[in-house]
């Protein structure tokens, strides 16, 4: 890691300060920068108003900061925003509207692999701030904004999805508009996705979405406590990667054997006979029941999720701050500020599938994913959306056994659901016995699926598998083809029977709902 670092291509003028804090210094760079989007996005918000400033002023404000923030993340490699934007921008003047919105995914996803490829030579499995990130995230809003610009020049709108005519494109956007939405600060840096369309509005300072009067102003001031909210659940997560996280890494699961020269740098910050007293710590492959492994991938692989949750709340905190992320009103009238929500933190722990888990796992490329792949696949819509996912992630063999197995597990709940669920739905107490079975069984799979994703190498990964003999993978596809047979889905529960059913349960969205009302009324 320290190799990948000594190449890196940002800005090094706090490196003292890293030094001192003990912070490597993309981290740093990265924190600083957050913190300095944040700010700007106060004063956009407060200074730069649409009522106030033309919509060319405030697209320049957006990309001038966004282009002089990136370099000081990433030095030269900003550039590659830049070409891979203008190769994207060339095709869709220059080639036919019933072809460009491909040669643009095939332009946009070959530049990313070729930085992904290069990223494997320099720092394998290392985690190294560099321009994959924010070139993933120009990835989607290329194609998405190509796609969307295929369904307004091409398509009648009557067959388009609703998804799609939400975010359709009916003519080329402008150099400024193309390259201020590719830069735009907000979520340069770790996203989420901002739809083009979105964005404009937001520019623009109308919301046409939410209202049938086109000209409806934005509410552009979000409450105080909805951004300090995400900021202070993100600045939790932030310290509790950098204090706990450590005492569980992945990399255990790699070691065949006792070797405690491989716990550095934990060794640094903790005693090595204060971390063998610890329960589930360490763990070696061939000197551990499989029991305990299990265990310790489940807390590894939920610890690791921390990074995720703090990175992306931080950058929805930064968004709604500048007043990006109004998404209309409550059934009550309050006005939502979750249209560039990320994650659902709540809904994703306490799901009770892998369908539920993965709808409220990074939600911004979920919605990319459907509008690419899977409203458009003729068959095997799963499997593509899941490959597609999976190039666009990068080359760890890790990857591929995560999304590929996330494919087969999702198939498999499919059937799972469809034959064993309805007899459970016929009272409350069964149903609620059913969640409760299936919330820990989708933990223990989530597990199972993620590990390799983090680990990413292939040995290590097969060796893991291995140890508990492939036994998800074979459940799968018992649970896929043997099991219908086995236990067809009973056709004397109708489906507006397991429908009523299921409005007897309460999702995890509904009992936060609940609290939060019975806490008002108090």
């Keep these: 890691m320290a190799g990948s670092r000594a190449v890196y291509a940002g800005s090094r003028i706090f490196q ?17 920068s957050q913190s300095v989007m944040l700010l700007l996005a106060v004063l956009y918000r407060k200074v730069l108003r649409h009522q106030n400033v033309s919509v060319e002023t405030r697209h320049i404000f957006i990309l001038s900061f966004g282009i002089a923030l990136g370099y000081f993340c990433f030095g030269h490699q900003i550039s590659h925003l830049c070409v ?3 190769l ?20 946009s996803m070959l530049y990313l692999s070729s930085l992904h490829l290069l990223r494997l030579q320099y720092e394998f499995g290392a985690w190294t701030l560099d321009i994959t990130g924010p070139v993933m995230i120009a990835t989607q809003k290329v194609t998405s904004v190509a796609f969307s610009l295929h369904d307004g020049l091409t398509r009648p709108e009557v067959k388009l999805t609703a998804h799609q ?205 459907k509008i690419i792949v899977y409203d458009r696949a003729p068959s095997h819509k799963t499997l593509l959306t899941y490959l ?18 996330g494919a087969l597990f999702t198939m498999a709940a499919r059937s799972v659901r469809r034959s064993i669920r309805p007899y459970f739905q016929l009272s409350c107490h069964t149903a609620f016995v059913y969640d409760i079975i299936t919330c820990i069984t989708t933990r223990v799979c989530l597990a199972y699926i993620v590990f390799p994703f983090l680990l990413v190498e292939f040995y290590a990964s097969i060796q893991i598998y291995w140890q508990f003999y492939f036994i998800g993978h074979i459940l799968s596809i018992f649970a896929i083809f043997l099991l219908p047979k086995v236990l067809p889905p009973p056709e004397g529960l109708s489906k507006s029977t397991r429908e009523d059913m299921d409005k007897l349960i309460p999702t995890a969205s509904e009992i936060n709902r609940f609290f939060k009302s019975r806490k008002a009324s108090n």
């Design 16 to 32: 003292s300060l890293s030094n001192f804090v003990g912070l490597p210094i993309d981290q740093l760079n990265f924190i600083i």
């Design 84 to 86: 891979q934007g203008t």
């Design 88 to 107: 994207a921008y060339i095709v869709m003047n220059n080639v036919n509207p019933k072809l460009l919105h491909r040669r643009v995914l095939f332009i």
């Design 165 to 369: 005519r939400k975010h359709i494109i009916k003519r080329i956007p402008t150099m400024l508009e193309f390259f201020s939405y590719i830069f735009h600060f907000q979520t340069l840096l770790c996203g989420p996705l901002v739809f083009y369309n979105d964005y404009i509005d937001f520019i623009k300072g109308t919301n046409p979405q939410v209202s049938k009067n086109p000209e409806e102003v934005y509410i552009e001031s979000p409450p105080p406590k909805q951004v300090v909210r995400k900021l202070a659940i993100s600045i939790c997560f932030g310290l509790f990667l950098i204090f706990v996280v450590p005492f569980f890494p992945i990399r255990y699961l790699k070691e065949p054997t006792r070797n405690t020269t491989s716990i550095e740098p934990v060794n640094r910050l903790y005693d090595v006979s204060f971390l063998d007293s610890i329960c589930f710590y360490p763990v070696y492959l061939y000197e551990t029941p499989w029991y305990r492994q299990l265990l310790y991938i489940i807390i590894c692989t939920s610890f690791a999720r921390s990074k995720y949750y703090h990175a992306w709340l931080l950058g929805e905190s930064v968004a709604n701050a500048s007043g990006l992320g109004f998404n209309g009103f409550t059934t009550d009238g309050k006005p939502k500020w979750d249209l560039v929500s990320n994650i659902d933190i709540l809904n994703f722990e306490l799901s009770s599938n892998v369908r539920e888990t993965v709808k409220t796992w990074n939600i911004s490329t979920q919605q990319w994913l």
């Design 388 to 405: 597609l996912s999976a190039l666009w992630h990068g080359f760890y063999p890790g990857y591929y056994f995560t999304f590929l197995g």
